[in-house]
């Protein structure tokens, strides 16, 4: 019986360890060109599909490393509010910590993402409030994910965030300040089924008085 070949390097023998190596039926049957790739044979359809699933990491590794930066984020002890260090550094996509340097993240304070250039911001739950101009001018804001334990947004908050159009708040809202929207174009604003009818007066003096209102 002849011996098959085994790859002094990594150990490759054609037949064994179907799971992860082509079995020695499928070289034989496969109509695709193989390729030689760190020692073990692979179809080429399989081999391109890896390199370019490689290259998309390589691609998303600044912004995974941008929000895990032990220096991306600054916190205020006593008012357990968090902003970004830098914001030429952040991330379109960014998320907040619920903590940091093992504290809990409470709130963003005023003026954190002021003129930056985020496009989606996620915000934990436990954070209860969003500082005054915390988003003022953010251009290219599209969405805001608000947690479910937010009770206050800041005055002009969210002032001249030209692309912004739509925005969820939770239930648990309870103060908006003064022209918190002013100046961005949302449409519609999404409101828990449960929402308090005595709150629909800040919503007026926020600059969402012309907005369509949808119950989720």
């Known amino acids: 019986m002849k011996r098959p070949v085994t790859c002094p390097i990594c150990g490759y023998e054609p037949g064994r360890d179907p799971f992860v190596y082509p079995s020695l039926a499928r070289l034989r049957s496969g109509s695709a060109v193989f390729e030689r790739a760190d020692c073990v044979l692979v179809p080429r359809a399989e081999w391109e599909a890896l390199k370019d699933e490689l290259a998309r990491l390589r691609e998303d590794a600044p912004v995974r490393r941008a929000a895990s930066c032990p220096s991306s984020w600054r916190m205020e002890r006593l008012s357990g509010s968090i902003r970004p260090a830098d914001l030429l550094a952040l991330p379109e996509e960014t998320e907040v910590p619920a903590v940091w340097e093992g504290c809990p993240v409470r709130g963003i304070a005023n003026g954190a993402f002021s003129g930056s250039a985020v496009r989606r911001v996620v915000l934990p739950e436990g954070i209860e409030e969003i500082g005054a101009g915390a988003f003022a001018d953010c251009g290219q804001l599209t969405e805001v994910v608000l947690p479910d334990s937010l009770r206050a947004i800041g005055s002009s ?36 089924r449960s929402w308090k009818s005595g709150r629909w ?16």
Request: charged residues 20%; contains cysteine; aromatic residues 12%.
């Open 157 to 192: 908050a969210f002032e001249n965030c030209a692309s912004l159009r739509r925005i969820a708040l939770p239930e648990s809202l309870w103060r908006i300040g003064s022209r918190a929207f002013a100046g961005a174009p949302v449409k519609t604003v999404e409101l828990a």
């Open 201 to 216: 007066s800040f919503l007026l003096d926020a600059g969402l008085g012309h907005c369509r209102f949808v119950y989720r």
